[in-house]
């Protein structure tokens, strides 16, 4: 995917996530080889220190049992058979702590960079890599000298760390020439065994370089250049056009909620055409009044029908109705400055509520000339 991308601008955005995911499903991954041959030599090291001892006994015992058939035995045809059979289940039986463990080592290792990963994507054919300019392209690029530059690093570290315990190991490697049989044999199998874990810890300094090479290269692959993520953008968001009409739906779902919240409302405070604000209050809690709904022009129309299809008290106060509207959010408390003048409302509502229920006899007047601070005024 990287490599098919125009280089006619500069890469300089990072990765969009829907980038990553798509370059993840066809198999470009972050992915450390190095790591996982270092995982792999020091799992098979430690291995052969835990279980060499019994593995190479095991070994001893099949090739004595080997040597030691009866010589009557040896010309039938059933009894070799059976007995490679016998010396082949040894001999898996002898290795298998090696071979489980070298291999559960080799499936773990790729979960520490990049995790596993299969896919389809990556082993499809495709003609292109079949175009010779794109191959010398792909020998000759920064890849391929990088990758030319990491193994003679790890030939001249592996070398150097052979060479010095040699130089170091001389005496040792001098001495078993003049040793009887076994003991030089003992040695010889401690000094190859403790070479190999020495060898193989050097391939931790490999990975230590390679892994945040890695996430590095891997990154800058991903790169963007600034039309890419507005093209991106623009796929993954749809067209102007259908934006609009998804904030229109989303708009109408919206106003459909709020106008379930009306009939909950204690009064509506209107312009009294242009704007409608819902307010609700619990005389029983701590808070102050919320506004539950709100509008213009036609919003403020359907609420006023709403609330009037539900005896929802109308109060037109335009100063107050501007102030509202302005300053508060849906399913906020209303602005400090504001509480007077909706107490004074709330209180006029109430009396016209018990008015109206006969338990308070006359009409209530209706609140004049509401405080409004100046800050809060929208005429």
Known sequence: MAEDRDDSQERTEDATDKRQQDAREKGQISRSREL????????????????????????????????????????????????????TGDMMA????????????????????????????????????????????????????????????????????????????????????????????VNAANFMLWSFMIISSATILIAVVDVPFQFWHHKRQLKMTKQEVRDEMKDTEGKPEVKSHIRAMQKELANRRMMDDVPNADVIVTNPTHYAVALAYDRDGAGAPRVIAKGKDIVAARIRSVGAQHGIVLFSSPLLARALFHTTKIGHEIPEGLYVAVAQVLAYVYQLQASRSRRDPGTPQPPRDLPIPDDMRYD
């Open 36 to 87: 996982n041959t270092m995982a792999v030599l020091m799992g098979s090291a430690t291995i052969l220190f835990m279980f060499g001892q019994t593995m190479i006994q095991s070994l001893i015992n099949i090739m004595r049992d080997g040597f030691v058939i009866e010589r009557e035995r040896l010309f039938s045809q059933e009894t070799l058979v059976r007995e490679l059979f016998n010396a």
């Open 94 to 185: 002898g290795l298998a702590p090696f071979l489980i463990g070298v291999t559960l080592i080799a499936m773990l290792a790729p979960l520490a960079v990049g995790g596993w990963l299969f896919s389809a994507e990556a082993v499809k054919p495709k003609l292109e890599k079949l175009d010779p300019i794109a191959g010398s392209k792909r020998i000759f690029g920064v890849n391929s000298l990088m990758e030319l530059l990491k193994a003679l690093a790890k030939f001249t570290v592996i070398i150097g760390v052979l060479v010095i315990l040699l130089w170091y190991r001389t005496d040792d490697l001098l001495r078993m020439g003049r040793g009887g049989l076994n003991p030089s044999l």
